[in-house]
């Protein structure tokens, strides 16, 4: 009997930890789902200029992200948010600083 507690409790606990697993596995999936359903605006939509703006630059902007680029040495930059290339040292009006 008491053998087939135990059991029944690593059971219970096995089916809790897996519903905990596959329920943290959704809301990763969803919340990656949500920022890859967000479309690039435009540059214009945002007031985007390759200059910056009372100190505030793309480089310092939380949407802002370095990546390698393919062709040459040098690093390429974009924004999260609009589409296109973009100036390290420019600035829009959806900037926010990095926290």
Known sequence: MVQAMKTAVKTRRDVLLLGV??????????????????????KASVGYQDVPQNGQVCAACVYFEFYASTGG??????????AGPINPAGWCEVWQAKG
């Open 21 to 42: 697993g596959l329920g943290a596995a959704a809301a990763v999936g969803v919340a990656a789902r949500a920022q890859a359903d967000i479309a690039p605006m435009s």
């Open 73 to 82: 040495s040098a690093p390429a930059s974009r924004c999260k948010l609009i």
